[in-house]
């Protein structure tokens, strides 16, 4: 037979522990001990991901020392990232290829994806037209083009309601991605109908190189809000 | 060597950035996981388990700024540390917001709307890893039929069988 411990404790915002749950625990102790029960870290170190449920497996000085996040990963959690396509990686975070972030508009000459990351997370915004942009695409019918115009038009709203709700700098990442990829599958001959509101969309998102870019390389017209 | 640690991710629903760091604070972390999710590897009191909110790290919109929304707050009385540069102190900042929005909705509202306020997951700190542990009903003395194929980890060392009992009067 195991042994139980006895574990008294005050009750948490989020209530009692469930009957047969299973808990991971961190800095058990008693209040005012040797030990800081939860060590701060101030500035708080950007973690640019939707939330997830399952811990992951992480090297503490990589994380402690500020380094990029595709460093953080082990075990499980490397094979993990290692299994997930990179390319699919980047046009879910940006839309396109990594190579071809890094060198247009408000990413051009970045270091690398973390870095692309954390230059779109500190440029994006919301604007309250940008609702109104995104209806113009809906009564234009974007969303009934053939392929996978649609697709991309559902992120592009649940991340735009998601926002509304949250206020998360990562909706927004996802719906400036979302743009770029609904720019990128639209039928050339509807470009010249949707392309202007797709980059004014980018353009109220903050991100005004990259509006400037897809209108220039898209549609071939210069950026005039 | 290098020892393995875990990174998890504490939801909005139940709290508040400030209601995090208060309880953890106080009392550690307790995060429940699916049993499918103990990894291995991990060293008590050397491992650590990093923990990430949705509302630690606050974006100012263009042409607020920081410093701009950190006197905001200073009139409120909510930031302890205002020295510069104010990025370092972005804790203290997003933990004033967080208190502002229960304590003075309608503050916080205003000021949700004036500084344009946007929001980044990050990581907010860290907990010396403890272990996995069970939670059994009171009358349980050991490990129930139903939950038999957990004996492994139990035996292991790596799963400990508890019983919790709740200070009276506590409250959370």
Redesign the interface.
Known sequence: MAKVRVVVTDERACGRRVEHGVYLVAGEGEPGGVLDLFTLINPPIPYPVALHRSPRLVQADAILERQPMETWWVGTSLRTEEKKNADEWAYEMFGMPVEKRVRIGDCEGVRGASEAVAVLAAAVSYDTRIPRMFRTLTERNIQELPGKAVVYYNKLHTALVNYTENQQVSDLLTAQAAVWRLAHVIPPHTIGQFVPTLSTLLYLMGLRQDASVMLRTITQQEYVL | M????????V??K??KLH?V?N?????????????T?????LQEGV????????R??V?V??PKTLRELADFLYQWHYVGMMGDPL??????I?YALSELSEKEPGVYANA?STF??????????????????????ES?????TE?DH?RPL??AGV?????????EG???
């Open positions: 290098k020892v393995t640690s875990l990174l998890v991710c939801g909005e139940y709290y209601q760091i309880e953890y604070k106080r009392l550690g972390v307790s995060k429940r996981i699916a049993a999710s103990i990894p291995e590897g491992s650590k388990v990093f923990v990430a909110h949705p630690a790290i974006n919109s263009d990025e370092e102190h972005m804790l203290s997003a949700e344009g306020l946007t929001y980044q997951m990050g990581i907010i700190g860290y907990a010396p890893f403890s272990g996995f542990q069970l939670v059994l009903k349980e003395t050991d490990l129930p939950l957990m139990v035996d799963l400990e069988l508890v019983h919790v009992v709740y200070e506590s409250n959370g």
